[in-house]
């Protein structure tokens, strides 16, 4: 019995090394992809780059970053006039909302509704954290723009947008560390990685 045991272990052992084996060979020539930052103000083009879905659905669309502000919960819903109940219960573990300004332009996509703009994937990126868009805030401080995480425009029209992020304590650093050392936006991430600045 005991030889049994030994030998189902010599076994195991076998099969996780030979794991870690193929895991290191399948992994060892995959380098990540270049990156790309941009000042604020420029404008960026959504090219052949992708985040998330690889349809390239925001191709000739533009980005341009106008401004950004942090701020505290309380400063936040005052300075936008909100209540608790607005924000749905986000304020008891949100400690600051990050806002950034920015204004996009369809130059020549002319899918109509089919493509345009996903929100969804334009991170806010730090040394060692990722900020996820909120929807939530976002109709407040963008009352004409589509309920959900993205929106189109029609070919040579441009529009100014509000993103909104929720700082979530523990998950991000505090707002005086994200003020001295603030985030980028991520536009893109293969097979160039896109990073706007937003200060």
Request: net charge negative; hydrophobic share 35%.
């Amino acid at each position: 019995m005991k030889k049994r045991g030994n030998i189902l272990l010599f076994i195991s052992l076998c099969l996780i090394c030979s794991f870690a084996i193929r895991v290191y060979f399948v992994n060892r020539d995959v380098s990540k992809p270049p990156m790309k930052e941009y000042k604020k103000g420029e404008i960026v083009t959504f090219d052949e780059e992708y985040s998330v879905d690889n349809r390239k659905i925001s191709e000739g669309y533009t980005i341009q970053i106008l401004d950004s502000e942090i701020l505290s919960v309380e400063d936040f819903r005052e300075k936008y006039n909100l209540s608790e109940g607005d924000l749905e219960g986000q304020y008891n573990f949100t400690n600051a909302y990050y806002v950034v300004k920015a204004k996009f332009t369809n130059v020549n996509n002319q899918e109509g509704e089919e493509q345009g703009i996903s929100l969804l994937s334009l991170p806010l990126v730090g040394k060692n954290y990722m900020v996820v868009f909120n929807a939530i805030a976002y109709p407040h401080l963008n009352p004409t723009m589509p309920i959900g995480g993205g929106f189109s425009l029609r070919p040579g029209t441009d529009m100014t947008v509000y993103l909104t992020y929720a700082i979530i304590a523990g998950n991000a650093p505090d707002i005086e560390e994200l003020r001295k050392d603030p985030p980028q936006l991520q536009i893109a991430e293969y097979p160039i990685r896109k990073m706007l600045d937003i200060k």
